[in-house]
Every structure is written in C-alpha cells, then in structure tokens.
C-alpha cells in the first residue's frame, strides 16, 4: 500500500490565485481529513469526511473548499490565495469509529507527508 | 468543543525518562492519541487511549484518566532521536479529532 499521498509537495501561488491540493488513500477508509499546520503549531482541522458525498467543516474551514466523490479522493481547493493561508498543510485518513481491526489502535489517522503552500 | 494543553518544550538527557503531560476538555471523548513529529514530516501514530489506565509500547507509555481530563505520554531509555514534537489529540463521538500545539522535546547527550 502507497498509504495516504499528496500532491504537490511544495507550491508558491500569488494573492488571488486558485488551486488544488490533491489526497488520495488505498486503504480503504471512510475517514479523510485536511489539517493545516503554522509554525510551532499544532494542527487545525479545515475540513474532514466520514465517506463519499460527506464532509463537513473543521475548526479553521473559511477560504477553502473540498469534495468527496469517491472513497479513494479528497481534494483540497483554494479559490483566493491570501498570505494567511501560507502553512502546510496534511491529508490524513482513517477507519471508521469501531470499523478497524482490533486493537483499537487501527484507528489512528496515517498522515500524507504534507504539501508546503507560500502565498505571496 | 475541544481544548488541549501541553507543555510547549521539555529537555531531557540521552538515556534518562521524561513525562509529556496532556490535559484536556471536550464533550463526547472517543480517545486520545499520542503521535510524534520530525521537524519537517508528517505526524506518525504513538499510542492510543480509550479507557483509563496505561497502555504499554516497548520504551513508549501513555496513560489517559478519562475523570481528569488527563494524559502522559511517558519515554524511558531516551535516544536523540527521541528529539521531536509530541502532539496530544482527543477524538470525539463524530470522529473529529482536536490536536494540542505540540511539545518540543530536545534530547541531549
């Protein structure tokens, strides 16, 4: 298994312009996740999805947008670029609450390895 | 909603133990995950936590009182490349989780 991919791993945009970030899991899970992360922080959820054709907003979700269409793919998408959306930012995804195998361990989310966003 | 504390930075030295505190509160907890961090990578899974007690993983330790809104994540025989950031996240009900900022634990010879 590839696990949980990104792409691209780094990108500049300039104020104003859009773009998407990519996820996708061969895993099989219903759970995927974008967080963005500041320097020094932790992670802020922006949006998350508990299977195809749901999602529903994080802690931090205004400027951003995102889709479910299959199990496999979450999409990131950033109409506007503004320099506070400067971060990076990570796909994650899980089972199911109580769908993993046992232990309950399985359940932890697998991270992508991160795509570096500068908007200037 | 959800909030976490941690301490934002710890020092210990190489082959000694350290404690990580987490304390926490949220409505409907559904777990509490420990993951640690690399400067410049993406958090990978430590421990995890449902029911009060200590769960055990070779030099890694984490213990949740779930009355208490509380958690450690517990390191013995510390390596240098024990040196990273410890992230303490609680999961709720609807499978949200809700990450702390994070502790940088610096390992010195």
């Known amino acids: 298994n590839a696990g949980v991919t990104q792409t691209p791993k780094f990108r500049i945009l300039k104020i104003g312009q859009s773009m998407t970030l990519q996820c996708t899991q061969d895993m099989n899970h219903n759970y995927m996740y974008w967080y963005r992360q500041d320097p020094g922080m932790g992670l802020k959820l922006i949006y998350y999805?508990?299977?195809?054709?749901?999602?529903d907003k994080g802690e931090v979700p205004n400027g951003y947008n995102v889709s479910r269409s299959t199990t496999e793919d979450f999409p990131l998408r950033l109409e506007l670029a503004a320099p506070s959306q400067t971060s990076v930012y990570f796909c994650?995804?899980?089972?199911?609450?109580?769908?993993?195998?046992?232990?309950?361990?399985?359940?932890?989310?697998?991270f992508g390895p991160g795509t570096r966003l500068l908007v200037l | 909603g959800q909030n976490i504390d941690q301490p934002t930075e710890m020092t210990a030295t190489e082959g000694a133990i350290v404690q990580i505190n987490c304390t926490y509160q949220t409505s409907g907890f559904n777990g509490l995950f420990w993951y640690q961090q690399h400067a410049g990578e993406a958090p990978t899974f430590l421990s995890y936590n449902v029911l009060d007690g200590l769960e055990e993983k070779g030099r890694f330790s984490s213990f949740l009182s779930r009355s208490k809104g509380y958690s450690y994540l517990l390191l013995k025989e510390l390596q240098m490349k024990d040196s990273a950031s410890y992230l303490c996240a609680v999961r709720n009900n609807a499978g949200k989780s809700t990450f702390g900022d994070g502790t940088t634990l610096t390992v010195k010879p």
């Open positions: 994650a995804s899980s089972y199911s609450l109580g769908a993993g195998p046992t232990p309950n361990s399985q359940e932890t989310q697998y």
């Open positions: 999805s508990v299977g195809a054709g749901i999602t």
